[in-house]
Each structure stands twice: as structure tokens, then as C-alpha cells.
């Protein structure tokens, strides 16, 4: 019962141009987002979130956006780097208790 | 700060045979969580802590047993390991201040664990 999806294993996308990662969800509970990157051999790390309160939160080159009606959110990143070659996590939280719910990650390839 | 520190970085086990993956904290964080990750699958939530002397159950609770003592330890335990334990097993930290929003999670470099 996989509560957030991200359909898309992986991506691959020129340097320079805009990346766009996906992420469904099908718990109406969840009000805050997250997305984390992940390196092989390491743990992931926090990348950018948004409250449900809001449809987009911007820092630096990643905007993510909300679409609660639509449940799916994105990540933006512009201009996409090869430093950002990596596994993209999103996760879901409700708006009780402090679980997380991951989704199944997408790969993201940026050519140089 | 180190962060949050998981030993051992590999390990291979037996069928039927117990372990224990260390994780530490130095950032003073109130939650702690530990998650295992299976190939081409998202992170599951095995156990979370809110505190010293409180823990609860998460998604994939079966199997595994945990404590936490002080603070900056929460240990996972792994009693009668079996095949279907193969994964790599991170370990996180929050601060819990707020429930759900503005919450950060923290992770280890995982462990990984292969069970023959």
C-alpha cells in the first residue's frame, strides 16, 4: 500500500535545462511535504518542503509545487547540474504525529 | 557535529542469528526513527522515538525490537534475522518541536544488512 508514488524511476535531462520530478499521493491527512536527495553510499538529505498551506515554495534553483486538489506535487529544479545527479526522494507527512511516508524515488541523470 | 553516526556499515548474517544497529545523535534531537530501504523500494518506517523511554511502531514494525535509553542512542535490534531482512537500514533524527510541519529529518549513512 504505497501511499506516495513517484511513477518515473528515472530521468535524464541536458545541463542547463529544467528538471521536473513528480510525486502522487493518496492520503488526504498528508499536509506537509519534503523532498531529499540521495548520493549512493549515503543517507539522504533534506532538500526543500512545503506546508499545505501553500502551492509553492521557492530556494535558489528548486521550486516545488503543490496541487492538493490534484494530490501531486513536483520539484523543479532550473538549472539543472550534474552535481544534481542523483535519487530524489519525495515524503509525506499528516497533520498528526511525526510519521514520514517515502515514495520510491526517482533517478535523475543530468548530462553535462 | 558528526551528526548522526550508523555502525556497522556492513554486515552479513546468518538465518536465525540476532544483531544490533547503533545509531547516535549529537544534535540534541528529540525524535529519532529507523527505516529500511529494499531495492527499487521507498524508505519504510520500522520504529520511531519521541523521546528518551518512548518508542512506537511504524509501518514495518515485525521483527524488530528497539530502546531508547538517553537521548542520543536508539539501537535496533534484530532477533532470529531472516532472508527477508536483506536491506540497508538508516537511521534519522528531528528535532519534534512541531508535529508534522517544519520538521526535518536527519539521516544516517545506513547500514547495510545481507541475511543468508
Known amino acids: 500500500d504505497q501511499q506516495v508514488k513517484q511513477n518515473s524511476p528515472s530521468l535524464s535531462v541536458q545541463e542547463g535545462r529544467i528538471s521536473i520530478l513528480n510525486c502522487d499521493y493518496t492520503?488526504?491527512?498528508?499536509?506537509?511535504f519534503l523532498w531529499y536527495k540521495k548520493y549512493p553510499a549515503e543517507g539522504p538529505t533534506f532538500l526543500i518542503s512545503?506546508?499545505?498551506?501553500?502551492d509553492k515554495n521557492e530556494d535558489g534553483r528548486f521550486t516545488v509545487f503543490l496541487n492538493k486538489s490534484a494530490k501531486h506535487l513536483s520539484l523543479h529544479i532550473v538549472p539543472s547540474q550534474p552535481g544534481d545527479s542523483a535519487v530524489y526522494f519525495c515524503?509525506?507527512?499528516?497533520?498528526?504525529?511525526?510519521?514520514?511516508?517515502f515514495g520510491t524515488g526517482t533517478s535523475l541523470t543530468v548530462i553535462p | 557535529n558528526a551528526g548522526v553516526t550508523q555502525t556497522p556499515k556492513f554486515r552479513i548474517l546468518k538465518i536465525g542469528q540476532s544483531m544490533t544497529l547503533q545509531c547516535t545523535q549529537d544534535m540534541n534531537h528529540n525524535y529519532m526513527y529507523w527505516y529500511r530501504q529494499d531495492p527499487g523500494m521507498g524508505l519504510k518506517l520500522i520504529y520511531y522515538?519521541?523521546?528518551?523511554?518512548?518508542?512506537d511502531k511504524g509501518e514495518v514494525p515485525n521483527g524488530y525490537n528497539v530502546s531508547r535509553s538517553t537521548t542520543e542512542d536508539f539501537p535496533l535490534r534484530l532477533e532470529l534475522a531472516a532472508p527477508s531482512q536483506t536491506s540497508v537500514y538508516f537511521c534519522?533524527?528531528?528535532?519534534?518541536?512541531?508535529?508534522?510541519?517544519?520538521?526535518?529529518?536527519?539521516f544516517g549513512p545506513g547500514t547495510r544488512l545481507l541475511v543468508l
Open positions: 492520503n488526504s491527512m498528508f499536509d506537509y
Open positions: 515524503a509525506a507527512s499528516p497533520n498528526t504525529g511525526n510519521q514520514f511516508y
Open positions: 522515538s519521541v523521546g528518551a523511554g518512548i518508542t
Open positions: 512545503i506546508s499545505s498551506i501553500k
Open positions: 534519522a533524527s528531528s528535532y519534534g518541536e512541531t508535529s508534522g510541519a517544519q520538521e526535518t529529518q536527519y
